[in-house]
């Protein structure tokens, strides 16, 4: 299988919409996790993640938006309340098979309290190898990762939606299954 990947979208539907048209033909798409920003939501976001069957798990700016905290911005007008509804559905961890192979996905960690940063340097990535899975797909760094860790393949897509960092490029993911293997690729406006 040929598995699209976007993380970090952050309400960018034209980068979701150029990430999707380059990867070409997939299998299935997949999200981790802040597709939303904090206090805005994005029906367009939202819609093309549904109409292409993303699989999708929250993120911290999702956790935000759904919250107390974020009911002035749930009850705005410009708000579509089933893809918001659509939204609050999904969840924060996603444990899944693909043929006969275990995919975890999460947004930060899978561990409490389930914000933490794994930058691609960093010794707690390491404890991704106590996960029973063969891939499993994170985001929150905004900092793009392919990285075999014990017996799984970690993939960190970066962002579809928001440039961080020393790169300044939005990037998205594709995975397949048949040979395990990822590559990055970054999203172009000028092609």
Known sequence: MRIGIVSDIHCNAAALDRAVEQMGDIDELLCAGDACYQYRFSNDVAERLRQ???????????????????????????VDKSLLEWTRAQPFLLRTEIGSKKLLMFHATPWAPYRDYLFPHDPQLQRLAEEEADFIIYGHTHAPLVKRIGPALIVNPGSAGEMRGTEQVLTYAVLDTSDDHAEIHEIRFND
């Open 52 to 78: 292409l069957g993303g699989r999708y798990v929250l993120g911290n700016h999702e956790e935000i938006l759904l919250s107390e905290a974020g009911a002035r911005a749930q009850a705005s007008p410009s």
